[in-house]
């Protein structure tokens, strides 16, 4: 057992940290928690460790080597505090190359995430807003990674000068674009980076010794804010995926098609698949069993409407087979009856919500036909 702390705070057991430590192969989702973590009070360590799925695995077993070290650290005597003195004395700058690597992964991991929340700018080069706009969460991103990882127990780092180190950073990989210098290959694309770890070793100190107990925060608190933390991260990373991420489906002919998955929530939300929610899990279960996964993956997409084409298609009034002449007579027909500015005979002006309707139908169609004839003519050439 571990010895009590200098601190009046009561000893903690390496036993039980280990017990904890090994719950990912008892209770794989419990083990993900990173309880070992939070039961040592090392809370940013846990936070990481949730986000990471246990550091894929190398973070966890790396946890089984220190964790000696970490009991040691949450409950030191006064003989380790002594020796651990003398050696923050040999070493007052903490760090480590885990810990650069581990800043490195986290802070472009986070800047990719919050850069994905935003909508991609048309085009960059820069000054529009929502390009600058990414540029700020960029900064923000890799300035949390790097506070973050430097910030785990036995070493904190300060947040603010990390910020503006990645800040300066992107703005001078943002002016450099500006001047029409790529840095997809070369070491522009890193600066931000660069100078937040920079900062963060800069500012990097010693923790000072874990508080006595009515000083504490209680676990519940903890545990909250941990979950609160993590959470954030998953919703964030959710959110860039539906932003940025496409569906690749097959259509009936073998030609695959990609949707933004954005769209394909969209037209999945509108389809007449809720309206029968039994038989279309029917159906999928009975192509499961009949056929690949492959087959099975695009029926279920088609029944899902997935492209919006089926129901963009029954607004304009045309069949499933119907050729790209058809759709545009049809469209050109319900356009000129529900045109807000035409007059029907008893002086009524026709719904103008219809009218969009039949406009957003035939663009999506539209969107559909040309991306299609692209691959034909790329064939012809």
């Known amino acids: 057992p571990a010895s009590p702390g200098t601190g009046g705070a009561p000893p903690k057991s390496l036993l039980f940290a280990y017990f904890l430590w090994v719950l990912p192969l008892l209770v794989p989702p419990v083990g993900l928690l990173g309880l070992h973590h939070v039961y040592l009070g090392r809370d940013v360590h846990a936070a990481l460790y949730m986000i990471s799925f246990g550091g894929f695995g190398l973070g966890w077993l790396r946890d089984g080597v220190r964790l000696s070290d970490y009991v040691r650290q949450a409950s030191p005597s006064a003989e380790e505090h002594g020796l651990e003195r003398r050696r923050r004395e040999l070493y007052p700058r903490p760090g480590g190359l885990v810990r650069l690597l581990a800043a490195g992964y986290f802070a472009s991991n986070f800047s990719l995430v919050l850069r994905s929340v935003w909508p991609a700018p048309e085009e960059s080069p820069l000054p529009q807003a929502d390009a600058w706009a990414e540029v700020a969460l960029g900064a923000l991103g890799i300035a949390l990674g790097v506070w973050a990882v430097g910030s785990v127990t036995p070493q904190v780092c300060s947040f603010l000068p990390t910020l503006g180190a990645a800040t300066a950073g992107e703005l001078v990989r943002a002016a450099m674009r500006l001047r029409g210098v790529s840095d997809e290959a070369t070491i522009v694309a890193w600066l931000p980076l660069l100078f937040a770890l920079g900062a963060a070793r800069y500012s990097a100190r010693y923790a000072p010794p874990p508080p006595p107990p009515p000083q504490r925060r209680g676990i519940g608190g903890r545990l909250a804010r941990l979950w609160v933390a993590t959470g ?148 012809e050439e």
Not at 247 to 268: N, Q, W, Y
Not at 348 to 354: L, W
């Open 232 to 379: 954030a991260f998953w919703v964030l990373a959710c959110i860039g995926l539906v932003q940025h991420g496409s569906l690749t489906t097959m259509r009936p002919d073998g030609a695959s098609e990609t949707v933004r998955l954005r769209d394909c929530f969209k037209h999945i939300y509108n389809s007449p698949v809720w309206r029968d929610l039994p038989n279309f899990f029917s159906g999928v279960r009975t192509d499961w069993h009949e056929s690949n996964w492959q087959e099975t993956f695009r029926r279920a997409t088609q029944a899902m409407d997935v492209t919006g084409e089926a129901r963009a298609r029954r607004t304009l009034g045309v069949s499933a087979e119907a050729e790209w002449v058809e759709v545009k007579k049809a469209h050109r027909a319900l356009a000129l009856q529900y045109h807000p500015d035409k007059l029907h005979p008893n002086g009524e002006q026709p719904d103008s919500s219809r009218f969009r309707e039949v406009q957003e139908a035939y663009d999506l169609l539209s969107t559909l036909h040309k991306r299609r004839r692209r691959p034909e003519r790329s064939d």
